[in-house]
C-alpha cells in the first residue's frame, strides 16, 4: 500500500538543489561568475533550510532517521540482495551520500564566497588579498569535484535500487512523495513545520532576486 514518505518542502528541496547544482556547473565560466556566485549562493540558503529540516522537519527527513553508521551499513550491504530489504526513509548508503552531499556543497560554498573575494575582489570578503586565500581555487575545485562524485554514486545507487527494490517505486517518490510498502507509514506535516518550509522559500526568491538585480553586497 502507499505511504507518504517526502512531504513537499523535502521534494521542492530536492529539484531545487539538484537543478541549482547543475546551473553551478554551467556557469563557472569567468564571464558568468556572477550567476555563479548568486546561484551558489541559492544553495547555501538551501542547506540552511534542509539543516533545519533535518532536526524539525518530518520524520524520515531528520538526521537522526539517517543511519549511516559502519553497523547499518554493514547490514545493508549483506542483506543488498533479499528482495523482503525495506528502507522507509534513505537507505545507510544512500544517507552517507547525501550528509556527503551536504557537507561538500557547504565547504564548495565557503570556499567559492574566498575565491571570489581574493580574485575578483568582490563580495563580502572584496578586501581579501594574499596568495594564500587566492590558492583556496584550487580547494575550490576539489571540493566541486567531490560532489560530481557523490551525485554519480547517487544515481548509480538509485538504478540499483530501481533494479533490486522496485516494488517500493523509491524513484517515483522524489516525484510524488509515496513509495509501497505492506504497512502503513504515513507521515504529515504541522502547522509549524509548513509556516517555516514557506517562510524559507520565499526567503529563498527575495534573496536570489536581490542578487541577482540589484547592487548586492554579495556579489558586486
Ligand atoms: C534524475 C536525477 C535524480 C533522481 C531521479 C533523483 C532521485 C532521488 C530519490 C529517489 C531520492 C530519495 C531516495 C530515498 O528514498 O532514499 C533522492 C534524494 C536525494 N537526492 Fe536525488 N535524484 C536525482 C538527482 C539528484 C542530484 C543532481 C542531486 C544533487 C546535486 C541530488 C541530491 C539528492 C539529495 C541531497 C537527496 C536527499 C534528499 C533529502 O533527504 O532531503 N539528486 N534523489
Ligand atoms: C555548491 C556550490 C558551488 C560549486 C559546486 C562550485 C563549482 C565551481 C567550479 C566547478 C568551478 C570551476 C573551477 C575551475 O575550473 O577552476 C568554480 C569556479 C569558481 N567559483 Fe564556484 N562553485 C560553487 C559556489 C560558489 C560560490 C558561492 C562562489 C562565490 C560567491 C563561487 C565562486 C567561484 C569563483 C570566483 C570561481 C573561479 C575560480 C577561478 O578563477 O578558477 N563558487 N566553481
Not at 157 to 173: C, W, Y
Amino acid at each position: 500500500m502507499k505511504s507518504y514518505i517526502w512531504t513537499l518542502p523535502t521534494r521542492v528541496f530536492h529539484w531545487l538543489f539538484a537543478s541549482f547544482m547543475l546551473i553551478v556547473f554551467l556557469t563557472d565560466d569567468d564571464k558568468l561568475l556572477k550567476y555563479h556566485a548568486a546561484i551558489g549562493y541559492a544553495i547555501l540558503v538551501l542547506l540552511i533550510f534542509r539543516l533545519f529540516w533535518g532536526y524539525f522537519g518530518p520524520k524520515y527527513s531528520k538526521f537522526k532517521d539517517f543511519s549511516a553508521n559502519k553497523k547499518s551499513i554493514k547490514d545493508f550491504i549483506k542483506n543488498i540482495f533479499n528482495e523482503n530489504q525495506k528502507y522507509i526513509g534513505h537507505n545507510p548508503l544512500a544517507s552517507l551520500v547525501m550528509l556527503g552531499m551536504f557537507v561538500f556543497s557547504l565547504l564548495a560554498v565557503f570556499t567559492g564566497i574566498i575565491v571570489y573575494g581574493a580574485e575578483e575582489h568582490k563580495g563580502i570578503l572584496s578586501f581579501l588579498n594574499s596568495s594564500f586565500f587566492k590558492s583556496f581555487d584550487d580547494i575550490h575545485e576539489f571540493f566541486a569535484n567531490f560532489i560530481i562524485f557523490l551525485v554519480v554514486l547517487h544515481l548509480i545507487g538509485i538504478f540499483i535500487d530501481k533494479v533490486l527494490h522496485a516494488k517500493h517505486e523509491t524513484v517515483n517518490s522524489i516525484f510524488s512523495g509515496y513509495k509501497k510498502f505492506d504497512t502503513k507509514e504515513d507521515i504529515s506535516l504541522s502547522i509549524f513545520q509548513k509556516l517555516v518550509a514557506l517562510l524559507f522559500f520565499i526567503s529563498l526568491i527575495i534573496f536570489t532576486l536581490y542578487n541577482l538585480f540589484f547592487n548586492s553586497i554579495f556579489i558586486n
